[in-house]
Nanobody, 127 residues
Framework: QVQLVESGGGLVQAGGSLRLSCAAS????????MGWFRQAPGKEREFVAA????????NYADSVKGRFTISRDNAKNTLYLQMNSLKPEDTAVYYC????????????????????WGQGTQVTVSS
């Protein structure tokens, strides 16, 4: 069993920055690829960023490329999402996800690849 707990969300003005964290427990974190997804009100959940098991493989949605950076600290069992130059359209609940079925996998943008999800953290960007 895996537990994922996100933190770091909040209210920020457009152009500002936030760093999300996702603390993982219950499995050997370093073996598994992970990702960030988000869901805005009235919209379907969408891919934001993903990272492979060792951190060398990353993948970003076009809408966040150049503004967001995904990273991981395997010693701390923690996943991060650094979000800069935030826009009102980034407002959503952000979820971290982990794929426990694949060992040493590269980053994947497919939500179906992930079998564990956090409870989400709200990010609100005001204009």
């Amino acid at each position: 069993q895996v537990q994922l707990v996100e933190s770091g969300g909040g209210l920020v003005q457009a152009g500002g920055s936030l760093r999300l964290s996702c603390a993982a427990s219950g499995r050997t974190f370093s073996r598994y690829r992970m990702g960030w997804f988000r869901q805005a009100p009235g919209k379907e959940r969408e891919f934001v960023a993903a990272i492979g098991w060792g951190g060398g493989s990353t993948n970003y949605a076009d809408s966040v490329k150049g503004r967001f950076t995904i990273s991981r600290d395997n010693a701390k069992n923690t996943l991060y999402l650094q979000m800069n130059s935030l826009k009102p359209e980034d407002t959503a609940v952000y979820y971290c996800a982990l794929d426990s079925k694949t060992h040493y996998g590269d980053a994947s943008p497919r939500s179906s690849a992930y079998d564990y999800w956090g409870q989400g953290t709200q990010v609100t960007v005001s204009s």
